[in-house]
């Protein structure tokens, strides 16, 4: 009795050791990347950096507006191609599909999510770029778009199932039709989930280097409109970074603290928004 | 309490297939069920249900579980139409109106339905009440503002929510987020309430403030309750059903069914000497 009594409190002090440290080592992680960034980073982070172009080689100071505004110019384009077509193509799997074809889309969508990001770029390459013939903000956006679109399908849907019954027949029980049962209470029901779900994706795709390598390629200057080739802070990242330059090397640690610090950013006000006017259970 | 003895013995305890099992005299019947089967897909879940239900009473249907007591309730809206491969068979009238004919959201609108687990929809107090409204098209804001309370006040809520109308549903506790389902049922004021084992998430304060409602309720609206707890069919009905595996075994006024039974089964059920 005795004995088993001291084996069960052994085994929950290591268990509970055991996910403690694993937590634990999961913030640190992002703790320590945090950090580092800031620290490799933190001196070429000012108001130039922000608003400047990038400089000459040699030549100290700039920074990378250009890079930054290329970057949300992207990841806008990829939201407008990848949100409503995963959040629509998502409502109407969960809603309206029945079972065989949401079957195939799911299958053919989860292929798709494994596709290389370089594939996609290739891809975006082929269709837009080639017959262009030149590089675009708007090939770059394409290819972060597609792929955005499984998961943010995916995430739609299996929020949208979350949804319990009981609120659907709550809605069509008031003379609601299941259309309108779906707009006006179980996308509000699962919005909250929708949106984390688009976001991590946001984030996700937002790091994506690969397939801007030749779609949206990269400038040393503005690019204006939709149609020339754009600087973008993972590209930079990446062209800084390997560069023998340690200026360079310097902004490309404040590049990566800034795409991530954007990030978070974004991520926050999202939540914040939804947390204000949402009525969530609990 | 209008149905006097006499009444009572008037029943007419008809068990002739295809015969709707009434009380025969004065009362008229708000919904009347004629030899109606079930199926989901090809399991058969309620075999020849003959009964009606009278108006401006309360009417409790028992039995053990899985006896198909949702599975009628459900078709006297045609809620059941939302699980798909399902089919009834057989006649079903809402005040002598074919009730298979009837407009889907207008029948949803004439009979409303509360279920076993509280709904209230992601929205605020305000917005729950007025969704039905919303939903058939009673837009005007004053209208609104009005029905809302009205609807409230008939749940026996407005006192615990007018200072909060616009707080989400969910700040609410389980036994008022249950009447909010009701004010919200009301708000279109329906002929008649369905309700599915309201209580059985409740405690017992808030169970007895259901049941207060209820019986204030019955005067404007015809009200089915499915039950799994006798005392609360006891307390509340007028009329109790007793279903046993997709059957309608005895249909009488509550007295009558809990006290003289007229088949076995009723009496072992009631008695608790089931199974
Ligand atoms: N959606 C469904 N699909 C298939 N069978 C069902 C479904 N819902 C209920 N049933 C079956 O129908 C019978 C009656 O169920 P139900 O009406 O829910 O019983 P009760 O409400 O009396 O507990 C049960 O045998 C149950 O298994
Ligand atoms: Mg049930």
Redesign the pocket.
């Known amino acids: 009795m005795d004995r088993l009594l001291i084996r069960r409190k052994a085994v929950n002090a290591v268990m509970l050791g055991l996910t403690g440290l694993c937590a634990l080592i999961a913030v640190g992680v992002l703790v320590f990347i945090v950090g580092y960034l800031f620290y490799s980073g933190g001196s070429s982070l000012n108001w130039n950096f922000f608003t400047k172009l990038p400089t000459p080689v040699g030549e100290s100071g700039g920074g990378m507006a250009n890079a930054i505004l290329g970057s949300a110019k992207v990841l806008l384009l990829a939201s407008l191609i990848g949100v409503p077509i995963g959040f629509l193509g998502g409502v109407y799997l969960a809603e309206f599909g029945g079972t065989t074809f949401p079957f195939v889309v799911r299958y053919m969508t989860d292929l798709l999510n494994g596709v290389p990001s370089i594939v996609i770029g290739i891809f975006a390459f082929t269709l837009i770029v080639l017959p262009q013939k030149h590089f675009s903000t708007l090939a770059g956006g394409m290819a972060l778009g597609l792929m955005m679109i499984p998961i943010s399908l995916r995430s739609t849907e299996e929020f949208l199932r979350a949804v319990p019954v009981s609120m659907r027949e709550g809605a069509m029980a008031l003379g609601a039709t299941k259309t309108r049962a779906i707009v006006t209470v179980v996308v509000p029901a699962a919005m909250q989930g929708i949106v984390t779900g688009i976001m991590l994706n946001l984030a996700r795709v937002a790091g994506e280097t690969a397939p801007l390598l030749f779609t949206s390629f990269g400038n040393r200057f503005w690019s204006p409109g939709w149609g020339q080739p754009t600087a973008t802070l993972p590209v930079m990242i990446f062209t800084y970074a390997i560069a023998p330059y340690e200026d360079w090397h310097r902004q490309a640690w404040s590049a990566g603290f800034v795409l991530l610090s954007l990030v978070f950013a974004v991520n926050v006000i999202a939540r914040l928004a939804l947390s204000r006017g949402g009525h969530q259970r609990r | 309490m209008s149905t006097n003895v006499s009444t009572l013995q008037n029943l007419a305890i008809d068990m002739q297939k295809g015969v709707p099992m009434k009380p025969a005299a004065e009362t008229s019947a708000k919904l009347v069920t004629t030899d109606l089967n ?1 199926y ?2 090809k ?1 058969k ?2 075999h020849g249900i003959s009964l009606s239900v009278p108006t401006g009473a309360v009417t409790a ?1 028992i ?12 078709t006297l809206n045609r809620m ?1 139409e939302t ?1 798909p ?2 089919r009834a068979e057989g006649a079903i009238l809402l005040d002598n109106e074919d009730l298979f004919a009837i407009e889907l959201s207008a029948l949803r609108r004439r009979v409303g339905m509360v279920f076993q687990r509280s709904n209230p929809f992601p929205k605020s107090i305000f917005d729950n009440v007025a969704y039905g409204l919303r939903v058939n098209g009673f837009a005007n804001k004053a209208t609104l503002q009005e029905s809302v309370e009205q609807s409230l006040r008939r749940a026996a809520l407005w006192d615990e929510v007018k200072d909060k109308l616009h707080e989400s549903a969910y700040s609410l506790s389980g036994g008022q987020q249950q009447r909010l389902c009701i004010a919200r049922a009301l708000a279109v004021n329906p002929e008649a309430l369905l309700l ?2 309201p209580c059985s998430a409740l405690d017992p304060i808030a169970t007895a403030k259901i049941e207060e409602l209820i019986l204030h309720l019955k005067r404007t609206c015809t009200i089915v309750i ?1 039950t ?1 707890n006798m005392q609360q069919a006891a307390r509340v009905a007028d009329y109790t059903g007793f ?1 046993l595996l ?1 059957k309608l075994i005895e249909f009488n006024a509550t007295k009558i069914i809990f006290q003289t039974p007229a088949q076995k089964e009723t009496e072992d059920y009631v008695t608790g000497r089931f199974g």
Not at chain 2, 63 to 74: E, H, I, Q, Y
């Open positions: 079930f989901y897909g399991f879940a309620l249907l039995g053990p579980s899985g006896c198909g007591k949702s599975t009628f309730l459900r059941y699980v491969l399902t599915d084992e499915v799994h279903f997709g």
